[in-house]
């Protein structure tokens, strides 16, 4: 690992990826969650961050955004700190870990994706309520923009932190499992927009855990059990040895089947 971290701390960061991460280590309790990953994701692409449970993937994420401070290692956002992008990069994250029950309408959820543009003291205008029920609409909820967020189901909830990070605009989308405990309506609507989202040149990073849907919905996929085990285009890195590798035991005949 100190090779690596030499020989990749005279490397300019890639100013074209929207996101790249070097050598990076998270430990909690000294206990590494993520060990010397290195990631780099392209514009327009869209990758699954696939492995068991305690691999690791949140924290790879949270680590992404700054949100848990690494060991080592290094994250750029084309090219540039991550602090100073910020304004760019979308999280929605896992939906287990939200406060449901804070008092707030959805629309309010969604006008907090634009406080960037809005600035905190600046009125709310017509024009954000507009974009903001855009938004909505682009997610199937804009018949919900007044009722409170706590009364909402899982999927509804889950398009509405989807909706607040359309408004704001990013550029580079990460989704902590967007679519684990949804309802079917829900998913195909979260999918077409991220679809979409695509569609436009953005970057889209998941993690996801049902691996029946993995080559219908993403390009590429990051396998991970604390290192990284695999990375590239589904056809070539989503196998079952690499899958075997990444899940050891863990993995359960009937996922397996689902590869075919
Ligand atoms: P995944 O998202 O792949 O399920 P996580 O990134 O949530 O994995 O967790 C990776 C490992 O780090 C797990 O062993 C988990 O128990 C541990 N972990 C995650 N968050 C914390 C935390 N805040 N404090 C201590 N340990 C944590
Ligand atoms: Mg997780």
């Excluded at 060990?35 to 780099?40: E, K, P």
């Excluded at 691996?211 to 285009?233: C, K, Q, W």
């Excluded at 589904?234 to 899940?247: G, I, P």
Aim: hydrophobic share 45%; aromatic share 6%; with cysteine.
């Amino acid at each position: 690992m100190g090779l690596t971290l030499a020989r990749d701390a005279g490397r300019a960061p890639d100013a074209q990826s929207p996101l790249e991460i070097r050598g990076l280590t998270v430990t909690y309790a000294e206990k590494p969650a993520v060990f010397s990953v290195d990631a780099r994701f392209e514009p327009g692409v869209m990758t699954a961050i696939v492995g068991p449970n305690g691999a690791g993937k949140s924290t790879l994420l949270k680590a992404a955004l700054g949100i848990v401070r690494p060991v080592s290692g290094q994250v750029s956002a084309w090219g540039a700190p991550i602090d100073r992008m910020r304004g760019r990069i979308a999280y929605v994250p896992q939906r287990a870990s939200v406060d449901w029950d804070f008092p707030a309408r959805v629309i309010d959820v969604v006008l907090m994706g634009q406080y960037r543009q809005l600035g905190l003291l600046r009125r709310v205008r017509t024009r954000h309520m507009e974009a903001a029920f855009d938004c909505l609409r682009r997610v199937g909820m804009d018949g919900f923009a007044e009722r409170q967020i706590g009364q909402l189901s899982g999927g509804q909830q889950q398009r509405v932190f989807l909706a607040r990070a359309l408004a704001q605009g990013a550029d580079l989308y990460l989704l902590d499992e967007p679519f684990a405990g949804v309802d079917a309506a829900t998913e195909k609507a979260i999918i077409s927009v991220l679809k979409e989202l695509r569609q436009q040149g953005k970057t889209v990073v998941a993690v996801h855990h049902d691996l029946s849907t993995v080559p219908d919905y993403f390009d590429r996929v990051f396998l991970i059990n604390t290192t990284r085990i695999a990375e590239g285009p589904v056809d070539k890195v989503f196998t079952q040895s690499n899958l075997q590798e990444a899940y050891g035991g863990r993995l359960a005949t009937a996922q397996m089947n689902a590869l075919g």
